[in-house]
């Protein structure tokens, strides 16, 4: 990365002294405070939305010495243990802000959950290959904060008997699910990039977010999502999917393939062989997906087979049933028929394949957390994600070998596909990161101005009557933005009410902002209703905002008063572009509707420069919205986007 001072030790000199660090009593690895040396950094030379550097590190397979690689991989193999073998496997949270002194209350989670007081007891005691940081488990603070856990994580695996790095992990799709906020940059999530239709603007944000995580020490991350949303009512895929058109899912899914594992990150598809079309959260419950195999073939498998042409990493599996492509009553992250056959032999896929979280409903219904991530292996898959309990699991994978159930060569075969991973990822040469890194890299004002554009042409305009749009301050002076405020995720300025008047207030607005309520509310009160339509009387226009509008929602009721008062109404949903279809009648239908696809700051922001006309709309739907009454009936087709 940019800044990074030039340095060629090589890995067995790393080691080398990493042990010899162990061998003395210390361990050897770098402090945030004292990076370790790094490689060069490389600048990129891309347009203008390029990240200010990428990494140095090895990221494709180009000019790698192949058979200095296997050497290397062998050796580790032939030194492990079985248990050594076999945590590499596993990938699990820890709680706490800190490798070795995290917080006495995370302490105790660890005591409960792991048997361990923190992360480095983690490693010494079941070897895992891989930590996945999760905002519960109170590892995300700050970016200097991450980093200096990253190291302290990398420096408790170096000084292990077979030292090997660890891949470490997060969920940071953009939009709705991301892990790390702010100070780092926010993008735009996948379905508002559907909407901006740029396979370009797709590579550029996953190439500059992929630079930040790696400034982290993050070195995995569980996106780009493969599902195709065909099903508007999908309770956990919705605006997390690029869209309802498989092709272009599969262009925006190869291009963020590409960009993350240009910066060095090591991009997963998910969910293999496919979310986007039920109607059951797998978090909760097990999900049956109905698709004939030659539906898979034109719905499902294009995104999944676009990601593997672009070289993926690894793919997540789906807990779900998929009868097409196995009868029996195991969900995909179990199905030796779907992981092997479908996803190794018929697409030819030899990558890292990882379970989605074994804590999820959808794969223990059946079986015990012992006997899951068994028949996990069994199935197919390299990586086990987050067992309930890793002592269960860990033992479970164990009795197995020693029973013969699995052998020791299965595991061999998983272990060298992660171990080629961590290679391929540069972790053997330069598992550190820097605080220069961070100070380089992380949120800076370049990587904003990215995301403030690429955000500009995603904003969606679906109706403007009489041509409401765009406001001006000089006609429209006086403005009340009233509606729901969802949690705001990770490190965003939230409530969304409040970033958004505060956006059109520095574009020239005299703006108010009243909140009706959460969105885990079963919608505005009447009496908050009744305050809304009181503040709304008098303005020169009011901004109202909604979240997934539900059949007899209050929001529904909300909208239909505030147009009842005469007062221009401009419409915004936060998060699914379907609302506007129970807003379509005489008596509720807004002078304009748009859709945000997310309400993080950055799709705020660009919303309000949209409404008042400081740029262009041009977002298209990447999904069709269908009549609320009658979805057989398409009220907005796929594509469909007005323009001033």
């Not at 995580?213 to 065909?230: E, T």
């Not at 898979?296 to 999944?304: M, V």
Request: glycine share 10%; proline share 7%.
């Amino acid at each position: 990365m940019e800044g990074v001072r030039v340095h060629t030790t090589s890995r067995r000199a790393l080691l080398t002294a990493t042990l010899a660090a162990a061998a003395a009593g210390g361990c050897g690895g770098p402090t945030n405070s004292s990076p370790a040396p790094a490689t060069p950094a490389r600048r990129t030379t891309g347009g203008s939305g390029s990240p200010s550097a990428a990494p140095s590190r090895p990221t494709t397979e180009t000019g790698r010495d192949h058979e200095r690689d296997r050497r290397r991989i062998d050796g580790l193999i032939g030194r492990m243990t079985l248990d050594q073998k076999i945590g590499q496997l596993f990938v699990t949270r820890v709680y706490g802000h800190s490798a070795t002194r995290p917080d006495p209350a995370d302490v105790a989670a660890n005591r409960k959950e792991l048997g361990v007081d923190n992360a480095a007891e983690l490693i010494a005691k079941y070897h895992v290959g891989g930590v996945m940081y999760i905002g519960w488990a109170h590892n995300i603070r700050d970016p200097h904060q991450v980093a200096a856990l990253s190291n302290g994580i990398q420096k408790a695996a170096l000084a292990t008997s077979v030292p090997v790095p660890v891949l470490l992990s997060t969920d940071q799709e953009y939009g709705t699910v991301a892990r790390v906020g702010a100070p780092a940059t926010l993008f735009p999530g996948a379905m508002a990039l559907g909407a901006g239709g740029s396979a370009a603007d797709a590579r550029t944000a996953a190439r500059t977010a992929g630079a930040e995580l790696a400034a982290l020490g993050i070195r995995q991350d569980y996106a780009p999502i493969a599902d195709v949303n065909v099903d508007p009512a999908n309770p956990v895929i919705g605006v997390r999917s690029f869209g309802a058109d498989p092709k272009a899912v599969a262009r925006m899914v190869a291009a963020q393939v590409e960009g993350y594992q240009s910066a060095g990150v090591a991009a997963t598809a998910k969910h293999f062989p496919g979310h986007g079309d039920t109607s059951v959260d797998s978090h909760v419950g097990l999900p049956r997906i109905t698709h004939s195999r030659k539906e898979w073939e034109r719905l499902d498998a294009p995104p999944f087979r676009a990601a593997i042409e672009a070289g993926i990493d690894s793919i997540m599996t789906a807990h779900l049933l998929f009868p097409a492509l196995d009868p029996g009553d195991d969900p995909a992250t179990l199905s030796r028929p779907i992981l092997t056959g479908v996803l190794r032999e018929e697409l030819g896929y030899d990558g890292v394949v990882v379970t989605d979280s074994l804590g999820m409903e959808g794969v223990r219904k059946k079986y015990g957390d012992d006997r899951v991530p068994v028949l996990a292996l069994k199935a197919g898959v390299d990586q086990l994600l987050n067992p309930p309990s890793l002592s269960l699991a860990f033992e479970g994978v164990r009795k197995a070998v020693r029973a013969g159930e699995i052998s020791e060569d299965r595991v061999d075969r998983s272990l060298r596909r992660v171990l080629e991973l961590k290679v391929r990822r540069g972790l053997f040469d330069d598992p550190y990161t820097s605080d220069r890194a961070v100070n380089r890299t992380v949120g800076t004002r370049e990587h904003r101005a990215t995301a403030d554009r690429i955000a500009e042409r995603t904003t969606t305009l679906i109706t403007n009557r009489g041509g409401l749009l765009p406001l001006s301050p000089r006609r429209h002076r006086d403005l009340l933005v009233v509606g729901v405020d969802a949690a705001a995720p990770s490190g965003t300025g939230g409530p969304p009410t409040s970033v958004l008047a505060r956006a059109l207030s520095g574009l020239g607005f005299r703006t108010e902002a009243l909140t009706t309520g959460t969105a885990s509310s079963p919608g505005p009160s009447a009496q908050r209703v009744e305050a809304a339509v009181a503040a709304a009387r008098g303005r020169d226009a009011v901004i109202v905002t909604t979240y997934d509008i539900a059949s007899g929602s209050a929001q529904r009721t909300l909208v239909a008063r505030l147009v009842a008062t005469g007062v221009p109404v401009v419409h915004l949903a936060l998060r699914n572009p379907y609302d506007i279809a129970r807003l379509n009648g005489r008596d509720t239908a807004p002078g304009a509707s748009l859709a945000a696809y997310c309400w993080t700051d950055v799709e705020l922001r660009a919303a309000a420069r949209v409404i008042a006309g400081r740029t262009t709309p041009r977002g298209k739907l990447p999904v069709a919205v269908r009549h609320a009454d009658d979805p057989s009936r398409v009220l907005y087709p796929i594509g469909h986007g007005l323009t001033y």
